[in-house]
């Protein structure tokens, strides 16, 4: 196509996009669209030498805006009160020597962080002012900080190990990078309360999360498990540990304060209990390799704590819930769940990232179909609630459980039948119409049985 093209053509299309990307706005419902086709194009044109030149530099954008973020450039560019800003300026500013931050200056307009204004004259771009938000810095921090040196380590550990996969938590890139056999998660925790900027990093993984909603914006939680609540019924516990933000978050959205919500973590303080039970959430100390001590629950949340262990190792995390289960408990996997194919780079980065830092795995819809089977589980439904990255909610019940695909057969829950010798049907919103029992009384609706063959 290119040597078919007129250059006065080639020449019409590239003034085309320039005004394309002047007027596109970020909160255009088809900038998404564009930008991928706009990449796909860019990627089409690129030349042997253009792509090797793009390869082989990236780390040098990571590390330039680290630099960048230490000398607070994108901030001072951004909140001046001029337009623009010299050299000279901004090294007087940064107590920065003039002829290095001439370089640094040089590469960033480059990559367009910042804008080349005039000779030695520059000033804030829209990438600019991203970067000089506290939770996108933190997050440059972060990966270069504790990701990078896993990166270099990698290629020798996976010759090391004969190309295995690295899912042992002393097999792992990280350890190779810091020469240290210190469980990553150990590890890991102790490095993150050194930085600096903690707190920071925390904003930027709330950065991440913009705009793409949780689990509890697809998941029928009311309808579905909150019939016939009590004060003490038990019906949500997250054994996740953390601060409790998914028991808050259920808890404000419920419009009843009946039934319990209980968050289980390793260690607790008075300070954060009272403050959990002041939100309608109680707290105790529970170690999930440990059989779970709530009987009964209706919900058992885990959220983000399988990706970091081995098949294996989640059977047996598994394995300590599924003896407290009764016939109307589900287990609820808030995780990445990854497509069988066409993975999106975005969560694609996070997978190789989890690998590095932690010798953990994201998960495709077959990987977790088969992990629950080990388990003694199946799925029963997947809602992915962000389509980038692949966050979903993936709803398990036991194996015994019988399942009739399509909502319209009986289906009998753990311990077969009600008390009176009456079998329930079961369905699930959008299979069918709810279920009734032989005198023709509505009855709840527990389960939406997963069509396996399409996963």
């Not at 196509?1 to 019409?12: E, N, V």
């Not at 793409?212 to 016939?228: A, E, K, N």
């Not at 830092?357 to 977790?368: G, H, L, P, S, V």
Request: hydrophobic fraction near 40%; proline fraction near 5%.
């Amino acid at each position: 196509m290119d040597s078919q093209m007129d250059p006065a053509d080639k020449m019409a299309i590239a003034k085309q996009l320039c005004t394309i990307s002047h007027i596109v706005s970020s909160k255009n419902p088809s900038r998404k669209e564009m930008y991928e086709a706009a990449r796909k194009l860019t990627l089409a044109l690129e030349s042997p030498e253009e792509t090797m030149h793009r390869i082989a530099y990236l780390p040098l954008q990571l590390t330039i805006a680290r630099i960048a973020g230490q000398l607070g450039l994108f901030e001072i560019l951004v909140n001046s009160d001029v337009p623009s800003m010299t050299t000279k300026e901004l090294a007087k500013l940064t107590k920065t020597d003039e002829t290095l931050l001439k370089r640094i200056l040089r590469y960033l307009s480059s990559v367009d962080m910042i804008k080349e204004a005039d000779e030695d004259v520059y000033s804030p771009s829209s990438i600019t002012k991203t970067l000089s938000r506290a939770g996108p810095m933190a997050g440059i921090q972060y990966n270069f900080d504790i990701v990078m040196p896993c990166c270099k380590s990698l290629p020798h550990l996976l010759e090391s190990t004969q190309f295995q996969n690295p899912m042992e938590s002393v097999i792992c890139p990280s350890n190779l990078g810091r020469q240290t056999e210190i469980i990553p998660h150990d590890w890991l925790g102790d490095q993150l309360e050194q930085l600096e900027d903690f707190e920071n990093l925390n904003k930027w993984m709330e950065v991440l999360r913009e705009g793409h909603g949780t689990w509890l914006d697809v998941y029928p939680f009311q309808d579905i498990h909150c019939r016939d609540l009590i004060l003490d019924t038990l019906l949500f516990v997250d054994i996740s540990g953390g601060p409790g933000t998914q028991c808050r978050e259920l808890r404000n959205k419920l419009p009843s304060p009946l039934g319990k919500i209980i968050l289980q973590a390793s260690t607790r303080s008075r300070e954060q209990a009272l403050e959990l039970s002041r939100d309608g959430v109680e707290l105790m100390i529970h170690d999930f390799l440990k059989p779970q001590p709530i009987k009964g629950a209706r919900a058992y949340y885990l959220r983000n704590i399988l990706r970091s262990h081995t098949d294996y190792k989640c059977v047996d995390i598994l394995s300590q819930i599924i003896p407290a289960m009764t016939q109307s408990s589900v287990i609820l996997i808030d995780d990445v769940v990854l497509p069988n194919r066409g993975t999106h780079r975005r969560a694609a980065q996070q997978d190789i990232t989890m690998m590095l830092t932690m010798a953990a795995m994201q998960r495709t819809e077959k990987e977790w179909q088969a992990l629950m089977l080990l388990a003694g589980l199946r799925i029963v439904k997947i809602y992915v609630y962000n389509g980038d990255a692949r966050d979903g909610l993936i709803v398990a019940v036991p194996m015994d459980v019988e399942i009739g695909k399509g909502g319209e057969k009986d289906v009998v829950g753990r311990g077969g039948a009600m008390a009176g010798g009456e079998k329930k049907q079961y369905v699930w919103p959008g299979h069918g119409s709810r279920g009734q029992s032989a005198r023709g009384e509505k009855k709840q609706h527990i389960w939406f049985f997963h069509d396996e063959d399409n996963l």
